[in-house]
């Protein structure tokens, strides 16, 4: 499975992005698709991940209620809306994806692909 994330870049304080993951190569029945981000000098974290089946979404604390992530499953995409973004969002975004259904979607462990990587900078 190859990942592309796109959509990244420079936007105010109290702005909206929208970042994409599109897939390809090879698929599976049924995945978990996870955004996760890593500002510098930070480790990676969870932002948010979606089952590729089912509605199932699951966000971390710190943007739930401003982020959305949604896929379209005959583009084979994942979407992270970002709502009310704070210079504090500022990373470099991560698209990822694991084989099978994880109930641990915000570890990074648990997801074998990843996309190169798409930088967000929010300015206050």
């Known amino acids: 499975v190859q990942l592309q994330a796109s959509g990244g870049g420079l936007v105010q304080a109290g702005g909206s992005l929208r970042l994409s993951c599109a897939a390809s190569g090879r698929t599976f029945s049924d995945y978990t698709m996870g955004w996760f981000r890593q500002a510098p000098g930070k480790e990676r974290e969870f932002v948010a991940a979606i089952r590729w089946r089912g509605n199932s979404t699951y966000y971390a604390d710190s943007v739930k209620g401003r982020f959305t992530v949604s896929r379209d499953n005959a583009k084979k995409t994942m979407y992270l809306q970002m709502n009310s973004l704070k210079p504090e969002d500022t990373a470099v975004y991560y698209c990822?994806?694991?084989?099978?259904?994880?109930?641990?979607?915000?570890?990074?462990?648990?997801?074998?692909?990843w996309g190169q990587g798409t930088l967000v900078t929010v300015s206050s």
């Open positions: 990822a994806a694991a084989s099978y259904y994880t109930m641990t979607y915000y570890y990074t462990g648990s997801y074998a692909y």
